[in-house]
DNA sequence: AGCCTTTGACCAGCG
DNA sequence: TCGCTGGTCAAAGGC
């Protein structure tokens, strides 16, 4: 395992998170964990929500503003630059945002987006069915 | 030296 | 009005 990154970084998109609290959640036997971003203009959070079965549910709130930071971050001289990600790339996020905010759903504010992150479980047998919330996609 | 991670406590909102 | 839950901030420690 790494040293530092674990269930940090795990789910690593582009961006960096940092973690600013953990709470435990009734309903749910798993701590729940809150991260932020640490990009000087960007406060979007992230929470992380661990389902039964162990699925992980990744509830991002807000929106980037701008492109991904280089992978240049303290690490095993990642150097990757894989620099795909141009700010081209923002402005169709902004525009996606900006053209359907949909979800007929009447509690839906702002743009929180809920990614549910399927593990590779031993019993891979339910990974379509095995979503308790049963919400269309 | 700087940044990140972890735990506890406090505050706010809702029922 | 009180209680409970969720969420956030702060401080200390470690790498």
Redesign the pocket.
Known sequence: MG??VS???SFDDGY????????????CEFP???Y?C?LPNCEV?K?FKRSFDGQIKEIV?GTHYHPKPQPARRSSAGAIMSNQEKTDKVSSLTAEEDGTPELSAPGTNDDIVEVAVPQLNSTNDEVDDDDPFSKKR
């Not at 609290?21 to 309903?27: D, P």
Request: net charge positive.
């Open positions: 040293p530092r269930a940090d970084r960096n998170w940092r973690k600013y609290g953990q709470k435990l959640v009734k309903g729940r964990s809150y932020k640490t959070k929470i709130k």
